[in-house]
């Protein structure tokens, strides 16, 4: 059977292209370093050890962008807004947010494209939790 590569390259998640799940942990793990020594976000975080916070995100990343759906089948459906509302997310710690996530996305060393298309969804996400006014 002769394939074409067009075709196999167009089958292919977003979640293949970028390398699969090492490279949403790896997102993830360098975000949350950042969130860690953040004076803003650190205290939205309740649990001391932010390692169940992490596997969350990188489960829920994994999934969102083609992985297996291990986050659903753990958390149900993700309802963001929801889980979100119970924190203050404003201006400022939607900045420090994408600060963070800018950081850990620059490490990633994706092709441009897919850096792009990473860094468009992360601002959408960012700008829709928001839930006070400044």
Do not use: C
């Amino acid at each position: 059977m002769n394939e074409n590569p067009q075709d196999t390259l167009q089958e292919q998640s977003f979640y293949e292209l970028v390398g699969g799940e090492e490279t949403f942990r790896r997102l993830v793990r360098r975000f949350y370093q950042g969130v860690a020594e953040d004076p803003l976000l650190r205290p939205m975080y309740p649990d001391e050890d932010l390692g169940p916070a992490e596997e969350r995100f990188a489960l829920f990343l994994i999934q969102y962008w083609g992985g297996p759906a291990t986050y659903s089948e753990h958390r149900g459906h993700p309802r963001l807004r929801m889980r979100h509302a119970p924190f203050h997310v404003d201006k400022a710690a939607h900045d420090a947010w994408l600060r963070h996530m800018r950081e850990a996305v620059d490490e990633l060393g994706l092709a441009p494209e897919l850096e792009a298309q990473l860094w468009r969804y992360l601002t959408y996400a960012a700008a829709s939790m928001i839930n006070i006014g400044d």
